[in-house]
């Protein structure tokens, strides 16, 4: 089939780059020209294990990338792959949405077909039905439903294994209204469908589809919040949370999976989804208190690691040593990374900031400029009065001798990753 996806970013380039591995022939319409060049080239415009090897081998023949929306008139579907970043108040951004829906409506008014507008982007329930469908139908003179038709297809990809997630899903959602959109989704996906051995294909509505999004990414940021919450009643009690929580998730009700305890979720995900939902609850007259608190428990954790450093000393005019800068290991994105509250409170504090990552450096340096940065941990350490700990990278479960060459031998360890305890003063945030 013909494909048309409109924003080139981390999801549409990989939803690109895997539709033309799964057969079909796609075009990707991005407004940013180096990405359309890196594209064309047969390079990705982003990092991700796996994405560079599709792109490279599909860039030229069942891949291309262009500026022109002109493009996506030869095309069968479209995606909207586009950026919906939070608001000020956290509520949701829907200005790429709609500039791109009424680009979309302009050029299809030029088509003869029939043509389905798939959401790709995640957007609070409503989204879809009432900004993009009526913006094309305006644009375009055409009407939802007959001419077109409008669906919703949440992507659940993570930065890191975004390839892989595409290509085996837990499961695959769609959301539309009539036979037609169905009948063309499930000519869409029948190639994936087949390749990751039959995931359950769930449809239902456009708004449920959209829903279903949010409640995924609020599910999983509040289970690790509560994990926290737990965790911090452990340390209460000098439990081992690691060793709790490890028991409880052999429940298969309740499953190990995100119930890693620490410094709490970042991304560029968790945080705009959870406060794009609240807000959007809150819009309706509904308070949505449970993830209000799962929010309130995830701000907290840098806080409650200031406070294990405050009780050893007063950080002012000391140096401190940040291990780990990106949201996560494995990637050098620091959106929403919890290591930014740490430097900000540092920094407030009067301390003399350190930081390393093996990879996230440079984007940090962005963000905060006036910091040291050491091009290795050992680094970092030598004559540091404390370390936090605040991403799990694995180099950092190999450190020991290193810890010998710190002022003073204090580290507060965010992720439960450090394995010397001897001849330092240790302490594990949870
Ligand atoms: N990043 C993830 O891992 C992830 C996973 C699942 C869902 N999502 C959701 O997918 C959506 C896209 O996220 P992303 O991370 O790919 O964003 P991104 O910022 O990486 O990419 C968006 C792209 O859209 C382009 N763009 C903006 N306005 C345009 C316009 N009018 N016409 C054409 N192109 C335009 C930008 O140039 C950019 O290349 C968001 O709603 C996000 O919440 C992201
Ligand atoms: O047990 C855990 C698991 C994760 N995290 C943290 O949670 C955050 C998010 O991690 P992860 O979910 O792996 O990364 P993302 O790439 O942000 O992916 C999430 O956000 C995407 C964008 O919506 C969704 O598509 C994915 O399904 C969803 O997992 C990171 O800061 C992690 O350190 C924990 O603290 N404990």
């Known amino acids: 089939m013909k494909l048309s996806i409109i924003g080139s970013g981390y999801v549409g380039t990989t939803i690109a780059a895997c539709f033309a591995e799964l057969g079909h022939d796609v075009v990707n319409v991005d407004i940013d020209e180096d990405i359309v060049a890196a594209l064309n080239d047969g390079r990705s ?83 879809t039905e009432e900004v993009v469908g009526p913006r094309i139908a305006a644009a375009s003179g055409k009407t939802v439903g007959e001419e077109f038709d409008i669906a919703m297809n949440p992507e659940f990809q993570r930065e890191g294994t975004a390839v892989e997630d595409f290509l085996a899903p837990d499961k695959i959602v769609l959301g539309a209204h009539t036979d037609r959109a169905y009948d063309l989704l499930d000519d869409i996906f029948a190639p994936l469908v087949e390749r990751a051995d039959e995931p359950p294909v769930v449809k239902t509505g456009i708004r449920e589809a959209e829903m279903i999004k949010y409640a995924n990414n609020a599910f999983l940021a509040a289970k690790i919040s509560l994990a926290n919450d737990l965790a911090n009643i452990c ?39 959870t406060a794009a939902i609240i807000a959007a609850a809150r819009g309706r007259g509904y308070e949505p208190r449970l993830l209000q608190a799962a929010v309130d428990v995830n701000d907290g954790q840098p806080e409650r690691m200031l406070d294990l450093l405050r009780e050893r000393f007063d950080p002012e005019g000391k140096r401190v040593a940040v291990l780990g800068l990106s949201f996560k290991p494995g990637t050098d994105d620091i959106r929403g990374s919890r290591s930014i509250p740490l430097v900000e409170a540092l920094l407030d504090a009067g301390a003399d900031v350190v930081g390393y990552d093996p990879v996230a450096t440079e984007n940090m340096r962005e963000l905060f400029p006036d910091i040291d940065y050491a091009d290795s941990a050992a680094a970092a350490l030598v004559d540091a009065d404390a370390a936090l700990v605040a991403t799990d990278w694995d180099e950092f479960a190999a450190l020991d001798e290193q810890f010998d060459e710190m002022r003073e031998p204090v580290v507060i360890d965010g992720r439960r990753i450090v394995t010397r305890r001897d001849g330092i003063d240790y302490e594990s945030l949870v």
Request: net charge negative.
């Open 235 to 273: 340390k209460e009690f000098g439990v081992d949370s690691a060793e709790v929580l490890d028991a409880i998730g052999l429940d298969s009700r309740i499953g190990s999976a995100f119930l890693g305890a620490g410094l709490g979720w970042g991304g560029s995900c968790f945080p705009k989804d």
């Open 45 to 127: 415009p982003i990092h991700e294990p796996g994405l560079d090897e599709l792109v490279a081998e599909h860039a030229g023949d069942r891949l291309r990338a262009t500026t022109d929306y002109e493009e996506i008139l030869d095309t069968d579907a479209t995606f909207l792959a586009l950026p919906t970043p939070a608001t000020d108040d956290g509520s949701i951004d829907l200005g790429a949405v709609k500039a791109a829906s009424t680009s979309l409506g302009e050029t299809l008014a030029a088509k003869d077909d029939y043509h389905l507008v798939v959401t790709k982007s995640t957007v609070v329930p409503t989204t």
